[in-house]
Every structure is written in structure tokens, then in C-alpha cells.
């Protein structure tokens, strides 16, 4: 069985749509992290970078301890490896597969990331990093765009790169994004909707969110924007005791 150390939001929808594309059995922990359960010391052990996702296998390939892994992209090759499935075994796909997953990691995470902050969250709207984010987040549509013009997937087959980009496209509007205007990822976003793993993983802590976002405006309220937006050295210094 698998832990999974998991918040609905796009960085967790990654894991559990994998697991649930793979069939890996797993068992949800939620971790509140508008309310600072990413800090509780049981969960920095396993990941000391106060983030989730966050997964324990405790029954590992190979056998022996059960191993932890925290960083979504770490997590999706590792799950990806121990099913077999989504990540080629040739050189070639390989390579293919985690240029784009890093892709995702280095940039049309972070940036679309920044952009949810200066866009939605942000106390006061600062114009320069508005701008900034919102044209980085539509250079990288473009270039997802491209990508898929000639590919179903966006490696050819499916794999962990689309896994990790997918959960990213759903906040589009709160993007600045009109997904009218790149047609080749309208196509691959709606045909990632219908596949069955997709739409389970995507599911899990459903409620939580739309609940979330009925409540408060963009999804968070003052006590999580002070958890999540005033960390620095002294943060993590602390949670360690
Ligand atoms: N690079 C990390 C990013 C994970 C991440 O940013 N997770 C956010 C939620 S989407 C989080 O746990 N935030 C808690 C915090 O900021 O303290 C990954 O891909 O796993």
C-alpha cells in the first residue's frame, strides 16, 4: 500500500491521477496546508521541503523499509518505474518523456504558480509582475500548443509528462489564459477530462475544493494566505522545534 500526503490542487492531482492511471492501490492523508499541517514534524520527515505531495510505499520494489518521496516529478518517475507503465524503458522515449516532465517541474508550474499569486492572491495588484506572469503563462501555452500539434500526447504515447501538466490547465481562466486560442491543448485538455484515471484521481478531495471556492474568494482564506505566503528561514527553523 501507498501513503499519499496530498492537498486537491494541481501539484496533488499529479499523484493521484498516476496512481490511479497505474492502479496502484493508496491510502489519502490529507494535508491541510491552508491551516499548516505541512509543518506537523511526522509529515517534514518525509518531506522536508514543507510541500505536498508526499508519498510512502511501503511495499517497495524489491522489498525492505518502505521508501519516501516527496517532489511530484520524483514521485511521478518513481511510481512510473515501479508500475512499468507511462515512462518508455528506451533510451529515446525516455529522455523524450523527462525533458517534458521537467519541463512542467521548472516552468509551467512555478510560473503558472506566480501568476495564481500576482493574479488572484496578492494584497495589492502589482501591474509589472501581473504582466510578467501572465505573458511567461501564454509563452508556455504556446509552446505546450506546438508541442501537441502533432502528437496526441504530449510525448506521442501517453505517459507521466501529460500526468503532470494536465492538473495545471484546469485553473486556465484564472490565468489570463482563453484556451479558444490554443487549440492543439483544448484538444488534449478535454481528452485528458475523459479518461477514467483522470477523472477519479481528479476527484479525490473534490468536495474539499469546491467547498474552498464556494466560501472564498479564489480558493483561500486569511489564516491559509498567512501560512502559505509568510515563510522564510525562521519557518522551517521553527517547525523543526
Ligand atoms: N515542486 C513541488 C511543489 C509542491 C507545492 O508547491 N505544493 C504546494 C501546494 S500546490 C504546497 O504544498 N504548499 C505548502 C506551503 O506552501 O507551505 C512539487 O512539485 O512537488
Known amino acids: 500500500m501507498i501513503d499519499l500526503y496530498y ?8 499523484v493521484s491521477i498516476a ?23 511526522e509529515f517534514l520527515a518525509i518531506s522536508p521541503n514543507n510541500r505536498m505531495p508526499a508519498i510512502v510505499d511501503h511495499d517497495p520494489p524489491g ?13 511521478l518517475i518513481y511510481l512510473a518505474e515501479k508500475s512499468g507503465q507511462f515512462l518508455p524503458a528506451d533510451v529515446r522515449g525516455r529522455a523524450h518523456v523527462l525533458e517534458w516532465l ?28 501581473i504582466d510578467r506572469y501572465v505573458k511567461e503563462t501564454s509563452r508556455l501555452y504556446g509552446v505546450l ?5 502533432e502528437r496526441e500526447w504530449i ?14 490547465v484546469v485553473p486556465h481562466d484564472r490565468q489570463g489564459i482563453d ?7 483544448r484538444r488534449w485538455y478535454d481528452a485528458m477530462k475523459e479518461r477514467p484515471g483522470v477523472q477519479r484521481g481528479f476527484s479525490v478531495g473534490l468536495e474539499i475544493r469546491r467547498a474552498m471556492s464556494q466560501s472564498q474568494q ?5 489564516e491559509a494566505k498567512k501560512v502559505l505566503f509568510g515563510q522564510s528561514a525562521d519557518t522551517v527553523r521553527k517547525a523543526d522545534g
Not at 112 to 129: C, D, R, T
Not at 145 to 149: E, F
Open 7 to 14: 492537498w486537491p490542487t494541481p501539484n496533488g492531482w499529479k
Open 19 to 41: 496512481l490511479e492511471e497505474m492502479k496502484l492501490p493508496y491510502d489519502v492523508k490529507y494535508v491541510n496546508i491552508g491551516r499548516g499541517e505541512q509543518f506537523e514534524p
Open 63 to 75: 522489498g525492505g523499509e518502505p521508501i519516501s518521496v516527496f517532489e511530484s516529478g520524483a514521485i
Open 102 to 129: 521537467m519541463w512542467q517541474m521548472g516552468g509551467f508550474g512555478p510560473m503558472l504558480g506566480q501568476n495564481h499569486h500576482f493574479n488572484i492572491y496578492a494584497p495589492e495588484k502589482v501591474p509589472y509582475a
Open 145 to 149: 500548443d506546438k508541442q501537441l500539434a
Open 155 to 168: 510525448c506521442g504515447d501517453y505517459s507521466i509528462a501529460d500526468m503532470a501538466c494536465w492538473g495545471w
Open 179 to 185: 484556451l479558444d486560442q490554443f487549440e492543439n491543448v
Open 218 to 222: 479564489g480558493g483561500m482564506d486569511e
